[in-house]
């Protein structure tokens, strides 16, 4: 596809580093003939989520699979999309495919790599109990992940998203938009996940038509808005990332962006950070005028101070 282009990038948390904890973030971008996709997920922090790591890789990896055999049986029907009853009855399907995937997946790993007492040792005594449900069988929390997803196609776009972090888009006066609902049950340290019961229940989308896909619609884990003090400063550090790409295209924006993330999550939450993303160039170009004045106007593109640790240590569903 010539006129949409994603990207993702993710950076291993100051924390993490400091701790020595894996990388609990993953993302994914993929750019097809005929459409674009990209990703992010975010593992649960706290020591009992065993392999969030794994969860979230399979939670792009999922996603991917199931859009793209999605959109494979829209072909010669994205008509159907246009019907706001048809196209809600759609979307839910596609978010239960991508759970039952999701699912499957982590049946798979365990089975064929079944916890080891290392990985036991690691849950905390506080979080013992959690030790007696995976002996019983019931492991599936220890893969426990958020996911946000975006595809874009010629005549549509949507996002979908379980879990907090968040979806902006820059439109071509550089005004910031938060377009999927907020989920009141994310709040602190707590979240929603693809490993919860009502999981097939708690997805929330946003639909763009042809003609309202903005330039610029970018996706990242809570590790990025964690590193801000509020709305604002997140919006400007998107707006900023939208006017790199515009005034120095996609390859040289992302090499940008990967090297400022480190010095994001040092300076911000301390945890990993993933970044994704669908821009349409040229019309990122055509509007990098008034990013220019929206960027100077706001003056936030850099992270704040560091977020105090209790708020940033370890995540629950």
Not at 100 to 118: G, K, M
Request: aromatic letters at 12%.
């Amino acid at each position: 596809m010539n006129k949409y282009s994603s990207f993702a990038h993710t950076t291993i948390g100051a924390n993490h580093i400091q701790r020595n904890i894996c990388c609990q973030d993953s993302s994914m971008a993929i750019n097809n003939e005929d459409f674009v996709f990209a990703a992010v997920a975010d593992g649960h922090g706290s020591p009992h989520y065993l392999r969030t790591e794994r969860g979230s890789k399979f939670a792009v990896e999922c996603a991917f699979d199931c859009v793209s055999e999605f959109l494979e049986c829209l072909k010669d029907a994205e008509e159907v999309m246009d019907d706001q009853k048809q196209r809600d009855k759609l979307l839910d399907q596609l978010w239960r495919s991508i759970v039952s995937r999701w699912h499957s997946r982590c049946e798979a790993d365990y089975e064929q790599e079944p916890f080891t007492p290392e990985e036991y040792d690691r849950i905390p005594d506080e979080y013992g109990f959690y030790r007696d449900i995976y002996m019983s069988g019931d492991f599936i929390s220890a893969y426990g992940t958020t996911l946000t997803f975006i595809a874009a196609t010629e005549e549509f776009a949507f996002c979908g998203q379980i879990g907090d972090g968040k979806c902006v888009t820059i439109d071509s006066k550089g005004i910031a938009c938060d377009p999927v609902p907020d989920d009141p049950r994310c709040f602190d340290n707590i979240t929603t996940s693809l490993c919860q019961e009502d999981a097939v229940l708690s997805a929330r989308f946003v639909y763009f038509p042809k003609d309202c896909f903005p330039p610029a619609l970018f996706i990242g884990t809570d590790g990025v808005q964690n590193s801000y003090w509020d709305i604002e400063q997140l919006h400007g550090f998107y707006r900023g990332l939208a006017l790199t790409i515009a005034e120095y295209g996609m390859t040289e924006g992302v090499q940008q962006l990967a090297a400022f993330l480190p010095e994001m999550t040092r300076k911000g939450s301390g945890d990993d950070v993933s970044v994704a993303g669908i821009v349409d160039l040229e019309s990122l170009k055509a509007a990098s005028e008034a990013l220019k004045s929206a960027v100077s106007y706001i003056g936030a593109d850099t992270p704040a101070e560091p977020v105090p640790q209790e708020e940033t240590d370890g995540k629950n569903e």
